[in-house]
């Protein structure tokens, strides 16, 4: 016999939020808190920061590799960001989700719009910083990019913020625990939702 939580609808979870915002320690945190929780990784021709890890933060390939991917329509959907190409592997996402676990998509906003036309079922989570100024600093005190790279990052970020409102959610990052926590309730609420009876 089945058990109920294998019966259970799997959601598709868009988390955006500018660069540097936290995502990556939001996502990790509520991959411990909440039930069948795993992480879509993504596929990105942009080379691996120092701890990076191939298969595990993104799969990281060549632009040939990547453009071919794009020709045989294995990307649920695909960006250029500041001047590399990052994508959803299509078959691993909906393969996750359709057997009932929450699949998280860390994406930019035209990605994350892209998936909402797709998978209209989906839920999109925007995490704001609690100042642009933090973000300046967070950015900063990272230490993996340089100058220029952060500027342009700053750059799309405001861009971002500005479109954070066609978002299901908007959340603010002022604590990781607080803000996962917050996202936990969004998930277990969209979760409930899809998994009425009528
Ligand atoms: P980073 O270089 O900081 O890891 O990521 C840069 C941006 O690319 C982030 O905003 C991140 O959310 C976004 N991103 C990562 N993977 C994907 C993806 O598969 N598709 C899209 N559209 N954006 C992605």
């Known amino acids: 016999m089945k058990t109920l939580s294998n019966d259970k609808k799997g959601l598709i979870v868009v988390i955006s939020g500018p660069s540097g915002v936290g995502k990556g320690t939001i996502i990790q945190r509520l ?51 500041n001047g590399n ?43 704001m910083p609690p100042s642009k ?11 993996t990019e340089t100058v220029d790279q952060i500027r342009g990052r700053l750059n799309i970020a405001n861009r971002e913020m500005d479109l954070s409102e066609n978002y299901d959610y908007i959340v603010t990052n002022d604590s990781i625990d607080r803000a996962a926590q917050e996202i936990r309730r969004i998930i277990l ?4 939702r899809l998994n009425r009876p009528y």
Do not use: H
């Open 85 to 127: 190409y990052y994508g959803t592997p299509e078959a691993s996402a909906r393969e996750a989700a359709a057997q009932g676990n929450i699949v998280l998509l860390d994406i930019e906003v035209e990605g994350a719009g892209n998936v909402k036309k797709i998978i209209p079922e989906s839920v999109s989570i925007f995490i």
């Open 189 to 192: 609420k969209e979760q409930a």
């Open 133 to 143: 100024s933090a973000l300046e600093q967070r950015l900063i005190g990272r230490g």
């Open 31 to 81: 991959k411990q808190i909440v039930d069948n929780c795993v992480f879509s990784v993504s596929a990105t021709t942009r080379s691996p920061r120092p701890g990076e890890v191939n298969g595990k933060d993104y799969f990281f390939i060549s632009k040939e590799d990547f453009e071919e991917n794009i020709r045989n329509q294995k990307m649920l959907e695909y960006t250029m960001y």
